[in-house]
């Protein structure tokens, strides 16, 4: 109705936050947990690393021994690493991050096991 100043069904007043708003984050309860968190981005990163590198020497015949050992080696830190911060993980979403990180390592790792690992 024109000249109301009521909000509009599905919106949030000023000054109050919309109840339906998800924030995503790795902190349970408002306790800032930043070694865990570290861990977590240790992880998914190692993993992505292995497993962009993996994917170059699977489809590049000609890559050079460096890649090879790079995607072995950052698969099987973030695999190892990923097993900790499970273990000792708080929340659900630090968990989806972890094994995230842990399964591109793992592949990864394959494909750079199958394409020469450590000796290249």
Known sequence: ???????????????????????????????????????????????????????????????????HVTATVTGAVSIVLGLYVQMISATRTERIVVVTGMIAGFVGACLGLAHGGFAG
């Open 1 to 67: 109705m024109p000249g109301t100043d009521m909000p509009s069904p599905g919106t949030a007043s000023a000054g109050q936050a919309d109840p339906r708003a998800q924030h995503i984050t790795l902190d349970r309860g408002g306790k800032r947990q930043l070694t865990l968190n570290a861990l977590a981005a240790v992880t998914i990163a190692a993993g992505l690393v292995s497993f962009v590198v993996g994917m170059i020497v699977r489809n590049e015949p000609s890559a050079s021994a460096a890649l």
